[in-house]
Structure formats: C-alpha cells, structure tokens
C-alpha cells in the first residue's frame, strides 16, 4: 500500500502563489513516476504535471512556465510550486505515484485524497 498526504492548498488572489507538498510512503519504489492532477468544478480530472525520478518533467499547457514540479527522492515528496496564478486553477489537486517503465506516458496508480485550491479574481 502506498499513502501520499497532501498539504499546502488554500486560497489565494489572482496573479499569486501557492506551493503544494506530498508526503508519501509506503511500499512503492522511489524509481516511480509521481504527479499532479486537478478536478476543477464540474470537469474532469486532468494531469497537470509529472517527474520522474530522474528529473525528467512533462506539463499541460495551461501549465508551463508558471508550475514548477519537483520531488526530493530522499524525502519521498512531492511538490509543486504555482505561480501566476488564476481562477481558472481552482480546484481539488491530487498527488500521485505513477506505474513504471510508461514514461512519457503518465499512468496514475495511487491516489492522494487531494487538497483544495481557490484562485479568487
């Protein structure tokens, strides 16, 4: 089993930042792919971002050049700086490990329970 805890959500104004950490444990190989995905309201999930264990990243438009994912191996966490953000960030963001041996293929296997994000305008 692999638990991932995250923290770090909240509100925030428009054109501000908010950082995002996920504290995971468990049995899962630290060579796995980690990621980021968002539920805003009323659509689906999508991934936002994801690194593998060796840096490697992959971003959805909506997000480059203003989210920066990142992952201290040794800790086993998970970040995620936002920057610039808008309303349009809003919504519940998921940690998660992906399955190994897909990238760039992202393939989710454990899930978060998700933090809330609130971009006011």
């Known amino acids: 089993q692999v638990q991932l805890v995250e923290s770090g959500g909240g509100l925030a104004q428009a054109g501000g930042s908010l950082r995002l950490s996920c504290a995971a444990s468990?049995?899962?190989?630290?060579?796995?792919?980690m990621g980021w995905y968002r539920q805003a309201p009323g659509k689906q999930r999508e991934l936002v971002t994801a690194?593998?264990?060796?840096?490697?990243?992959k971003y959805a438009d909506s997000a480059k050049g203003r989210f920066t994912i990142t992952r201290d191996n040794a800790k086993n966490t998970l970040y995620l700086q936002m920057n610039s953000l808008t309303p349009e960030d809003t919504g519940v963001y998921y940690c998660?490990?992906?399955?190994?041996?897909?990238?760039?293929?992202?393939?989710?296997?454990?899930w978060g329970q998700g933090t809330q994000v609130t971009v006011s305008s």
């Open positions: 998660t490990v992906g399955r190994g041996g897909t990238w760039p293929i992202y393939v989710p296997a454990y």
């Open positions: 468990g049995s899962m190989s630290r060579l796995n792919p």
């Open positions: 690194i593998t264990s060796g840096g490697s990243t």
